[in-house]
């Protein structure tokens, strides 16, 4: 019995030092909510439900084919750009705030080194594939962009899985990989990004809720 309270100071003090040097803020159901948003978002451009501008219809497939007319084409275009930076504002207020509230449940501060090395990791290659995606768009190569982001995205999370959780690592590894085979089926590129950015978080935040969130 005595030697069993050193050993539990010793867990704890290890439990609060991995606290410390790994940014475990996350919570697994805002990862699961954003994996909704991308699903609903992205199923509102590739399979044009319900939308009705100026009662022009242009689907995934005209988009990336270009088959339709230009403006119609711009006006897809537009729609596609909005519905992708409100599915991003959202998710990235919703992982803030619920981040906000889980690192004060643990009393730790939210912004600290590890937090910016992780943001940093994560926000490198995902700011450069931004630039990228936007020279892909101007230059109107559009079946690239949706494999881009993917493969930009991987790359950020294999890169921050050394600040965070390391599973982060298997879901960067398998944003890479649906990346580099929607390059290749690029009239299917949307639907590559519904499964990694919806299928894919709403599995990690189930792992991430589960093992670490119910602790």
């Not at 949706?146 to 921050?160: E, H, Q, R």
């Amino acid at each position: 019995m005595e030697n069993s309270k050193p050993e539990k100071d010793i867990g704890l003090i290890k439990d609060l030092m991995e606290k410390s040097s790994k940014f475990s803020n996350l919570s697994g159901i805002a990862v699961i909510a954003t994996g909704f948003l991308a699903i609903v978002g992205a199923s509102l451009i590739y399979f044009d439900i319900g939308i009705s501008i100026s009662e022009i219809h242009i689907s995934y497939a005209e988009l990336i084919n270009q088959t339709a007319n230009p403006d119609s084409l711009l006006i897809k275009l537009k729609l596609l750009v909005s519905i992708a930076s409100l599915i991003l504002s959202s998710s990235l207020i919703l992982l803030y705030v619920t981040a906000k509230i889980k690192s004060g449940k643990q009393g730790i501060k939210l912004f600290n080194s590890t937090f910016s090395r992780t943001l940093k990791s994560l926000f490198v290659p995902i700011f450069s594939g931004g630039i990228f995606c936007l020279f892909l768009l101007y230059h109107q190569m559009y079946g690239l962009v949706a494999p881009a982001t993917l493969i930009f995205y991987g790359l950020g999370l294999v890169s921050a899985s050394k600040y965070s959780y390391y599973e982060l690592e298997f879901l960067g590894f398998f944003e890479l990989v649906l990346g580099i085979l929607s390059s290749y089926y690029m009239g299917s590129g949307l639907l590559f990004w519904i499964i990694g950015f919806g299928l894919g978080h709403i599995i990690f935040g189930l792992f991430i809720h589960f093992k670490y969130d119910q602790q």
